[in-house]
Nanobody, 124 residues
Framework: QVQLVESGGGLVQAGGSLRVSCAAS????????LGWFREAPGKEREFVAA?????????TYADSVKGRFTISRDNAKKMVYLQMNSLKPEDTAVYYC????????????????WGQGTQVTVSS
């Protein structure tokens, strides 16, 4: 069983960049597919990005972040990252990393393991 802890959130101006990180412990990290989700106030938690456990796997992104966000992983460090560029006020949310066995999906309910979240606030 894997445990996940996010970090790196904060306050940034619109147009700026931020990288959030997620440290994993327990389990065999390289065997997990990983996803990032976000939850804005009053809204459902939504898919942001995902990356399968398969070496050199394709990345999947929500249309709203495609071309601006990049998901990556470092199996040796047991870390997953979300690089966020050209941030917009509508990107303001709590960002969660999640893990699952098998291939990555965009379905929130398919991920059994979650971190506690990190707040990202983008000011206009």
């Amino acid at each position: 069983q894997v445990q996940l802890v996010e970090s790196g959130g904060g306050l940034v101006q619109a147009g700026g960049s931020l990288r959030v990180s997620c440290a994993a412990s327990g389990g065999t990290f390289s065997a997990y597919s990983l996803g990032w989700f976000r939850e804005a106030p009053g809204k459902e938690r939504e898919f942001v990005a995902a990356l399968s456990w398969i070496w050199n796997a394709d990345r999947t992104y929500a249309d709203s972040v495609k071309g601006r966000f990049t998901i990556s992983r470092d199996n040796a460090k047991k870390m997953v990252y979300l690089q966020m560029n050209s941030l917009k006020p509508e990107d303001t949310a709590v960002y969660y990393c999640a893990a699952k066995t098998g291939t990555a999906t965009v379905v929130r309910g398919s991920y059994p393991y979650w971190g506690q979240g990190t707040q990202v606030t983008v000011s206009s």
